[in-house]
């Protein structure tokens, strides 16, 4: 072939692949509708992800990775269901399937710990070392365990217990501030309707259809929905408000679903607990919690991804998850927590507490864990590095049950290493205790609702609701920092042992 001849077919050929490419349908997004998956672009078409390239100032379908997009949740996943298809905060810790530790026996689930039998001092402690502690003349051993055993097998102490302590009163204040969450999410169903358990006071539920109520309004306006509840057995009816907000405010923002709560007692007009939750187009889920009680206050914070689990949605375990949350007390007491779950069932959590005034305590640990919930949430092994009254502490510890039946020193554990990556005197986190702001004056307690909905909880079809909800919260997760026993031997060690208080 001549050399003009093969100019001219590759130029052709360069056409045909020029006019080939310009073929190709373009596409540009709005907010939210292109999303990055391991450094590459997908965007919603028709309602779907799917993998994009950029070409030029817009982009194409990526044919060379037709799967990269599937992990997303779908972009109108939550769109009919709403409120009622959000998981429970309860299921963020849900491992993921793979390896774990595997010790001898079977760990307890973490919110049966502070009614155990026999009690923390034998969970953490071996037979007899806090009896011994208590008895005003322990001897060198019972001394050397009480924080932390120094050899294998012996107590992984209070460092032990600080450990899962840290991660169930993060818990504990995720649980108080998502309560109203939990209600509402399973209160929208026809056969409450029917049995009388709900009824429609003023204003329409959308389409006459009580499944609708917390779906997204369309248009430009917010639905604003209004529950009066009562047969709880106190004084009057809490009052909650929802609002869930449009499809216009949704697509300005990137988002698939998002909702405004709070709660008021009857006739009052401060909020006593307030939520917000955000859904993105991808999945991005963002929770932000309130919750007044008496004199406490606690704030929770959520970030994770979603993902479809069947025709459910569920928090993601291939994605990490993590959470702060701060409490405050009376008295000058208070708690702080950040919390990250990982991939690799890990969870890795820092803590600022000061449960006795002048006595600030702070730690950060590295601990591996199993259970779809914390319905059956266990740590296996963990990992901690604590300052507490004597100063800068590390330990190790592992469950074993084949003999012992408690949590036990384990020096020469795989998670000695990690614990040394947080420094208490530099690392933000640790610089300041907990402070939580209680301002809820964006909410409106006398607001006018679109629906008002009254639900009587004394009635046996929303009774099994309510003790659904109330079996998701933890309770008692001070169990170490509140135990007679452990206090009693805490005040010996300090006295008795030769450790300067």
Known sequence: MKISHLVVLVAILLVAATDSASAQKRYTFKR??????????????????????????SYVVDISNKTR?????????LRRGGLGKLPSATTLVRSR?????DPSGTPPILKNIPTISGGIKNLFWNAGVIDDLKGGSPSTQSCSEFFVGPTDGTSAGLIGCFSIQGVGFAFQSILEGAGGTCYMRNVPKQRFVDSGAITVIDGELPDGDITKVFSVPSGNRDRLVKVVISGFGGPGAQVGHLRIDSATKLSNAGRQYAYSSW?????????????????SLSGQYGFTGLHKEDSTLFESKISAALASQGSAVAFDPSQVRTSTNQATFSGGRSFKASVTITPQNRILTKVFDIFAVGMPHKNYSVGEFTGSSLADFRVLQSALKDRFVVGDMAGVFEYRGSSTSRYVSAPDGDLADEVNAVNFDTDPFYVEPASVDDDMSDYDCSVTADVTLQMDFSDPALRSVASMCERERLSGMDFCSSDPDVSAAMAQVITSCGIPG
Do not use: D, M, N, Y
Request: with cysteine.
């Open 97 to 101: 399937s793979g390896r774990v530790a």
């Open 69 to 77: 997009c599937s992990r997303l949740l779908s972009p109108t996943a």
């Open 263 to 279: 709660f008021c007692p009857e006739g009052g007009t401060t909020a006593e607990s307030a939520e917000r939750v955000t859904v």
């Open 32 to 57: 939210g509708e292109l999303v990055q998956v391991s450094g590459k672009s997908c965007g919603v078409i028709g309602g779907k992800w799917t993998p994009v390239k950029k070409s030029g100032r």
